[in-house]
């Protein structure tokens, strides 16, 4: 089992930035792939970006491609998602994933999630 927690969420106008933080607890966090997923209201759930057991790879959706950076911090057991040039479209519920298979951008590859933090960008 691994147990995730996120943080970092809130209100923001747009241009503006955030930084998510997901940590983890239980079973090791550096063995697990992660990513970030996004759910706006009304819409379903949608990814966002994710990062490979060692940082060496990353993958974003386009929309979010050279705004939002994720980096994780095995030591630490803790993964973020650096949000810059927040928009409306932004806002959502934001939910961290964890991987055991590896890389994924597709949400049923993921094992665990955490409960999510919300988002919102006002104009």
């Known amino acids: 089992q691994v147990q995730l927690v996120e943080s970092g969420g809130g209100p923001v106008q747009a241009g503006g930035s955030l930084r998510l933080s997901c940590t983890a607890s239980?079973?090791?966090?550096?063995?697990?792939?992660m990513g970030w997923f996004r759910q706006a209201p009304g819409k379903g759930r949608e990814f966002v970006a994710a990062?490979?057991?060692?940082?060496?790879?990353?993958y974003y959706t386009p929309s979010v491609k050279g705004r939002f950076t994720i980096s994780r911090d095995n030591a630490k057991a803790t993964l973020y998602l650096q949000m810059d040039s927040l928009k409306p479209e932004d806002t959502a519920v934001y939910s961290c994933?964890?991987?055991?298979?590896?890389?994924?951008?597709?949400?049923?590859?993921?094992?665990?999630w955490g409960q999510g933090t919300q988002v919102t960008v006002s104009s």
């Open positions: 994933a964890a991987n055991i298979e590896g890389l994924s951008l597709s949400e049923s590859d993921y094992d665990y």
């Open positions: 239980g079973r090791a966090f550096s063995g697990y792939a």
């Open positions: 990062i490979s057991v060692s940082s060496i790879r990353t």
